[in-house]
């Protein structure tokens, strides 16, 4: 036999699109071709694939070889497909059994000794392969198992569903699809993952700071966006970093989104962060392709990274306003589109965005003991750096006041991590139960179907908005807040109490 088809996938976004790998054996001067808008990575796999055969006691053919990467206007990269190249090399030359092939999946980049390496995105693959898997199965054709790395396969496993086989090396996947049943792989399984990673912070290291603390469980509980505005050393750090410990636990899919997106970096996906809401804080030196990602083959950014997780942006006005302003789509929609002249990407972002800065650059424009040394016109420039439509998608802006001595040292510590939690979990199961997502999500007519005003409430919010000069978007974000603390609450009708508690927690730095 000279053909040889199998099957892979390639990467765009999130995506995993499924790749036929077709290779012949042709008469005539040895050479060996890649075709299939193959990037420099894939075209390297010549050599990569000549000598892994080789080392694993294989013949190489000497003949004239063309692999075709199918689709051939879908871009490929990386060295994924090493390992379908070589098995289809070895199936057309007749060095190993070509019955069964389309029974599986391949992913692993080969060593020149044979030995397979990990590759990025195994896990955005199986989650295809399991949706194309459920397909096959409504149409009565059998479902196709994945074979990939030692190393790509606890991450694989977590797909229920699908069976995953592990190999160490070349000749583990051979001896995998020869047909004596004692040499075939062992399926993997992620035991070790089932259980949530708990750790981090607490809450209870922070001493005072009430009001903060009371909007930080608003925000864990309806999915509201935070903007935390104090001098220096209040505790506004602290309060951040503490803040996915508030958040409700990932269900299953929360975690397998979560862990795809984190699986498409160049570290990969860590086991021991299975469960965790991700919490990403770059530093304000970052570029707006490092917040929303990019490059020739685009990758992730921070705000995909942070996906069902936490992005929390410290000292706000310190980052360019450039960068700021990519911020404001995917605040509203949750999805970040990445577009190239030959590839267009989406990414997930639906993240809770948590910042923190200082009222002035000196940090200390309002302190009871320290006077501030900036004049008008260098605060207003401090606080312009945060451009008003950016700031009208933040749905809590709070002061972290500074502190006395007494409430520093003699106050009593803070709620533990947990009982918040707890409480949040239930506020956001009413939600759920409700309208099917957080109050943070609601908008159009899922506001005026699910966020009922009493007269007083409408009288008073109408009242704060033409007062304030609130723009129409942050009068329905206060009143999504309100919502939520009537959810914590237990209660159905928001009162006059919840939507003025909603108003305070919008401390304006200027008109919106």
């Known amino acids: 036999m000279s053909l040889a088809v199998l099957r892979s996938r ?22 060996f071709n890649i075709v299939g808008l193959a990037d420099t990575e894939v075209r390297e796999s010549r050599e990569r694939v000549r000598a892994a055969l080789v080392n694993s006691q294989f013949e190489f053919p000497s003949r004239r070889i063309t692999v075709n990467l199918a689709p051939a206007d879908l871009p490929k990269e990386s060295g994924r497909f090493d390992l379908a190249i070589a098995l289809g090399i070895l199936a057309a030359s007749g060095q190993i059994p070509a019955d069964g092939l389309d029974a599986f999946e391949f992913a692993g980049e080969l060593s020149l000794a044979g030995d397979l390496r990990p590759v990025r995105g195994a896990l955005a693959m199986a989650m295809g392969l399991a949706r194309d898997n459920a397909r096959r199965a409504a149409d009565g054709l059998p479902a196709r198992a994945f074979v990939v790395a030692a190393g790509n396969g606890p ?4 797909i229920d569903g ?6 160490a090396t070349l000749l583990d996947i051979c001896n995998h699809l020869s047909p004596l049943p004692d040499r075939r792989l062992p399926q993997a399984r992620p035991s070790a993952l089932a259980a949530r990673a708990d750790g981090g912070p607490d809450m209870r290291d922070v001493r005072g700071q009430l009001q903060a603390r009371r909007a930080m469980e608003i925000a864990a509980a309806g999915q509201h966006s935070v903007l935390l505005l104090g001098p220096p050393g ?52 970052a570029s707006a392709p490092a917040l929303v990602g990019g490059g020739g083959n685009p990758r992730p950014g921070e705000i995909s990274l942070a996906h069902h997780g ?50 002035c650059p000196c940090g200390y424009l309002g302190h009871p003991s320290r006077p501030c040394r900036c004049t008008p016109d260098q605060v207003l420039r401090y606080q312009s750096h945060i451009s008003g439509p950016l700031l009208d998608r933040v749905d809590l802006q709070i002061e972290v006041p500074a502190q006395s001595q007494q409430d520093m040292f003699d106050g009593p510590p803070g709620e533990p991590s947990d009982a918040v939690r707890a409480r949040a979990a239930v506020a956001r ?36 908005m033409q007062t304030l000069g609130w723009s129409a978007r942050a009068y329905f974000r206060v009143l999504k807040v309100a919502r939520t603390i009537a959810d914590l609450e237990g209660a159905s009708v928001l009162t006059a109490a919840h939507v003025a508690e909603a108003i305070q927690y919008r401390r304006a730095l200027r008109t919106a």
């Open 10 to 31: 390639a990467l765009t976004g999130i995506e995993a699109p499924p790749v036929s790998v077709e290779i012949h054996l042709a008469n005539g001067l040895p050479v």
């Open 155 to 158: 991450e694989a496993a977590l």
């Open 162 to 167: 699908l069976a995953v086989y592990p190999g």
């Open 234 to 285: 209040t505790g506004k750090s602290m309060l951040a970093q503490r803040f996915p410990g508030l958040l409700p636990p990932m269900t299953q899919q929360e975690a397998l989104e979560a862990a795809a997106v984190q699986s498409l970096t160049t570290g990969g996906f860590q086991p021991a962060l299975w469960g965790r809401r991700p919490f990403r804080s770059p530093h304000h030196t």
């Open 310 to 359: 936490v992005l929390f942006l410290d000292e706000l006005p310190e980052f360019e306003r450039k960068v700021l302003e990519v911020l404001r789509e995917p605040l509203e929609t949750g999805r970040i589109t990445i577009s190239r002249a030959m590839a267009q990407a989406d990414f997930p972002a639906r993240f809770q965005f948590v910042a923190a800065m200082n009222p």
């Open 429 to 464: 199961e009413r939600q759920l139960a409700r309208q099917g997502m957080p109050n943070g999500d609601l908008s159009g007519r899922e506001i005026d179907a699910h966020c009922p005003l009493g007269n007083d409430a409408q009288n008073l919010l109408r009242g704060a």
